[in-house]
């Protein structure tokens, strides 16, 4: 359940690519917005789709310079970048590359009203970190060393006035996909991710020589929103028992823009790769009368797990929080279609996921000239050969892993909430693979997300999927009632730790981000 302060706040934006400071070469995308310094645009319905400026890397390194700082409309956390309000570039490299990442915190040094805590100070709570402008990233989804200058969420930490220098080292045989960065610090993540919208995506290159198809069609990297403080006041009881029709008080938006326009011809083919990079929203994929071809699972092409399909064609598409998927997108033949997300049952005791209209599918005003009509998409290049395209050794341990929480609020993980002065939970071994059941005992959805590495999908709920496929964000089923009794919701992961790149202290933790906030988050450590 969500427990955000009561009142809605919208977060403005600006989304520009102007010159300025020493980084990457930065590429305007196509409906990308010219902002001067200073300057503010507020989010509006029905233009076309814009798209965050492009920073790739040159010779092998990617160089950005990020202030953290307020937004100049409403006082929010925000990201800032050469001279624009709030704005994240996205990131875009090379398996083997470096992302080079100049951090600088120039939010004030003075702890923000209780109320926008989380709920925490209203709750007689507070984090066991500092006040609210502290700041650090984590680059979600990539195999990288989570030791510092590099992933390094649980040491790294910039109080209002520091900075903090990031090298983060790329792996060279990387899956080629989608992944983000955005802010971790304990007790203020939901604040400054969710409520404030404080993200970027990173995209590694290549996919399109495994995929070939792809080269010839549009690419749109998608980052969904869903920012403002919200609060229980849109569910009074505090109870889910209308999840289709409660509203949650947030402002839903894609690349900072509340119901674009995104302008595709009737049977053109185009390249999503969309982040849920909200706080809390599980969205449910779909385009009415249409189906989508999907690719890639956070950052993982669907085969790169052996013997599952290189494709698949669904008529929706689950995205939980923090979690990636890339698909294909053919315009509607009859020129106009909705871009929805699906009603979502959180659970008795979960946040209210309504549906949501996300854009609107439109042909051009004047015919055009159709960019890509293409037949389904076929194998060209193997996949990068690593340890998760090679076969899984049988698992060394078996380990069970419980979401709870009681009424205060406060969330746990094998019944302890967590604190950054706490040892690691669980102590692993680079080289091995381990099977973790996660048990949820809640009346509401969780979110699993673990740092550094991917895992296995087996089973849902005892039923074993079909294809399974390589994740690092998914849906923990709630409890629920069999034969009288109530028995957790459960996921059986594979946990891949063979990769020696790991090794040092990392987190395991809800993404929801307000349950993270307050305790369900623990430390592990792969030696």
Same mark, same amino acid.
């Given at each position: 359940?969500?427990?955000?302060?009561?009142?809605?706040?919208?977060?403005?934006?600006?989304?520009?690519?102007?010159?300025?400071?020493?980084?990457?070469?930065?590429?305007?995308?196509?409906?990308?917005?010219? *902002?001067?310094?200073?300057?503010?645009?507020?989010?509006?319905?029905?233009?076309?789709?814009?798209?965050?400026?492009?920073?790739?890397?040159?010779?092998?390194?990617?160089?950005?310079?990020?202030?953290?700082?307020?937004?100049?409309?409403?006082?929010?956390?925000?990201?800032?970048?050469?001279?624009?309000?709030?704005?994240?570039?996205?990131?875009?490299?090379?398996?083997?590359?470096?992302?080079?990442?100049?951090?600088?915190?120039?939010?004030?040094?003075?702890?923000?009203?209780?109320?926008?805590?989380?709920?925490?100070?209203?709750?007689?709570?507070?984090?066991?970190?500092?006040?609210?402008?502290?700041?650090?990233?984590?680059?979600?989804?990539?195999?990288?060393?989570? $030791?510092?200058?590099?992933?390094?969420?649980?040491?790294?930490?910039?109080?209002?006035?520091?900075?903090?220098?990031? *090298?983060?080292?790329?792996?060279?045989?990387?899956?080629?996909?989608?992944?983000?960065?955005?802010?971790?610090?304990?007790?203020?993540?939901?604040?400054?991710?969710?409520?404030?919208?404080?993200?970027?995506?990173?995209?590694?290159?290549?996919?399109?020589?495994?995929?070939?198809?792809?080269?010839?069609? $549009?690419?749109? *990297?998608?980052?969904?929103?869903?920012?403002?403080?919200?609060?229980?006041?849109?569910?009074?009881?505090?109870?889910?028992?209308?999840?289709?029709?409660?509203?949650?008080? *947030?402002?839903?938006?894609?690349?900072?823009?509340?119901?674009?326009?995104?302008?595709?011809?009737?049977?053109?083919?185009?390249?999503?790769?969309?982040?849920?990079?909200?706080?809390?929203?599980?969205?449910?994929?779909?385009?009415?009368?249409?189906?989508?071809?999907?690719?890639?699972?956070?950052?993982?092409?669907?085969?790169?797990?052996?013997?599952?399909?290189?494709?698949?064609?669904?008529?929706?598409?689950?995205?939980?929080?923090?979690?990636?998927?890339?698909?294909?997108?053919?315009?509607?033949?009859?020129?106009?279609?909705?871009?929805?997300?699906?009603?979502?049952?959180?659970?008795?005791?979960?946040?209210?996921?309504?549906?949501?209209?996300?854009?609107?599918?439109?042909?051009?005003?004047?015919?055009?000239?159709?960019?890509?009509?293409?037949?389904?998409?076929?194998?060209?290049?193997?996949?990068?050969?690593?340890?998760?395209?090679?076969?899984?050794?049988?698992?060394?341990?078996?380990?069970?892993?419980?979401?709870?929480?009681?009424?205060?609020?406060?969330?746990?993980?094998?019944?302890?909430?967590?604190?950054?002065?706490?040892?690691?939970?669980?102590?692993?071994?680079?080289?091995?693979?381990?099977?973790?059941?996660?048990?949820?005992?809640?009346?509401?959805?969780?979110?699993?997300?673990?740092?550094?590495?991917?895992?296995?999908?087996?089973?849902?709920?005892?039923?074993?999927?079909?294809?399974?496929?390589?994740?690092?964000?998914?849906?923990?089923?709630?409890?629920?009632?069999?034969?009288?009794?109530?028995?957790?919701?459960?996921?059986?992961?594979?946990?891949?730790?063979?990769?020696?790149?790991?090794?040092?202290?990392?987190?395991?933790?809800?993404?929801?981000?307000?349950?993270?906030?307050?305790?369900?988050?623990?430390?592990?450590?792969?030696?």
């Amino acid at each position: 359940m969500r427990r955000g302060a009561i009142g809605l706040l919208v977060a403005s934006f600006a989304l520009a690519a102007c010159g300025g400071h020493d980084s990457g070469p930065v590429t305007p995308l196509p409906g990308a917005l010219a *902002v001067a310094p200073g300057a503010v645009a507020r989010p509006m319905s029905g233009r076309e789709l814009p798209e965050p400026p492009l920073v790739k890397s040159v010779s092998g390194v990617a160089k950005v310079d990020l202030e953290a700082a307020q937004n100049y409309a409403d006082g929010m956390p925000t990201f800032d970048y050469q001279g624009a309000n709030d704005v994240a570039p996205t990131i875009e490299v090379q398996p083997g590359d470096t992302i080079v990442l100049n951090l600088q915190n120039n939010l004030p040094d003075v702890p923000p009203p209780a109320a926008v805590q989380g709920g925490m100070q209203m709750e007689g709570m507070k984090p066991d970190t500092g006040a609210q402008e502290d700041m650090n990233l984590h680059f979600h989804g990539l195999g990288s060393s989570p $030791k510092k200058p590099g992933d390094d969420v649980l040491t790294m930490l910039a109080k209002p006035g520091q900075s903090l220098h990031y *090298v983060v080292h790329v792996p060279a045989n990387q899956e080629p996909g989608l992944y983000w960065y955005h802010p971790h610090v304990h007790g203020e993540t939901n604040f400054q991710v969710g409520e404030s919208g404080m993200s970027g995506a990173i995209v590694v290159d290549g996919l399109e020589r495994h995929l070939p198809g792809l080269r010839k069609m $549009k690419q749109r *990297v998608i980052i969904v929103r869903a920012t403002g403080l919200g609060g229980d006041d849109a569910r009074p009881d505090g109870s889910n028992s209308a999840p289709c029709v409660t509203k949650d008080g *947030v402002t839903t938006s894609l690349n900072n823009a509340v119901k674009p326009t995104i302008t595709i011809a009737p049977g053109e083919k185009q390249f999503f790769r969309l982040v849920n990079a909200t706080g809390h929203r599980t969205l449910k994929l779909k385009i009415p009368g249409e189906r989508l071809e999907l690719v890639a699972i956070d950052g993982f092409a669907l085969d790169t797990y052996p013997g599952t399909p290189a494709t698949k064609m669904v008529s929706s598409i689950t995205i939980p929080p923090a979690a990636r998927a890339e698909f294909v997108v053919t315009g509607p033949s009859g020129g106009h279609a909705l871009f929805r997300s699906l009603c979502y049952n959180t659970g008795p005791n979960g946040d209210p996921d309504p549906p949501l209209v996300l854009g609107d599918l439109r042909a051009p005003r004047h015919g055009g000239h159709i960019a890509h009509i293409a037949s389904p998409l076929r194998v060209g290049e193997p996949l990068p050969r690593n340890v998760y395209t090679t076969p899984l050794p049988p698992p060394s341990v078996k380990r069970v892993v419980i979401m709870s929480e009681n009424g205060k609020p406060r969330f746990f993980i094998n019944g302890k909430a967590y604190s950054v002065h706490a040892p690691p939970m669980f102590v692993v071994h680079t080289g091995t693979t381990e099977e973790w059941q996660i048990q949820n005992v809640t009346e509401e959805i969780h979110d699993f997300h673990i740092h550094q590495t991917h895992f296995v999908v087996e089973k849902i709920d005892g039923v074993a999927v079909e294809h399974p496929h390589w994740a690092d964000s998914v849906v923990v089923p709630h409890r629920r009632t069999v034969g009288g009794k109530t028995v957790p919701g459960t996921l059986t992961l594979l946990m891949d730790f063979r990769d020696p790149t790991i090794r040092g202290e990392f987190l395991f933790h809800c993404h929801i981000l307000d349950h993270e906030d307050l305790g369900m988050m623990a430390k592990i450590e792969a030696i």
